[in-house]
């Protein structure tokens, strides 16, 4: 049974950097497409940004577009989610998630990803 562990979140003034890690274990998932969601305090879980398994593919909401940059490390079992020019939108859990199969704009759902980590925390401060 795999694993995966997100890390890299805290506190950050608006206009801010942070880097999250989500290090899997437990199996490979060099086969399994990747994906950060995000959970706001009352809102829905909602997608952020993908990457397929090779990482030649990749696929961002609209909100993040330009700000936000995904990567994988097929090594090291590990997806990073670099975030630039943080807004305190962007405030709220965030989770790794991964999938067999292929991601983009009709694999946006919660429901569609088998595995989950557990999430870190972003706070952007206005």
């Known amino acids: 049974q795999g694993q995966l562990v997100e890390s890299g979140g805290g506190l950050v003034q608006a206009g801010g950097s942070l880097r999250l890690s989500c290090a899997a274990s437990?199996?490979?998932?060099?086969?399994?497409?990747m994906v950060w969601f995000r959970q706001a305090p009352g809102k829905e879980r909602e997608f952020v940004a993908a990457?397929?398994?090779?990482?030649?593919?990749?696929y961002y909401a609209d909100s993040v577009k330009g700000r936000f940059t995904i990567s994988r490390d097929n090594v090291k079992n590990t997806v990073y989610l670099q975030m630039n020019s943080l807004k305190p939108e962007d405030t709220g859990v965030h989770y790794c998630?991964?999938?067999?199969?292929?991601?983009?704009?009709?694999?946006?759902?919660?429901?569609?990803?088998?595995?989950w980590g557990q999430g870190t925390q972003v706070t952007v401060s206005s």
């Open positions: 998630a991964a999938r067999l199969g292929v991601v983009g704009r009709t694999t946006t759902q919660p429901e569609q990803y088998n595995y």
């Open positions: 437990g199996r490979a998932f060099s086969d399994y497409a």
């Open positions: 990457i397929s398994w090779s990482g030649g593919s990749t």
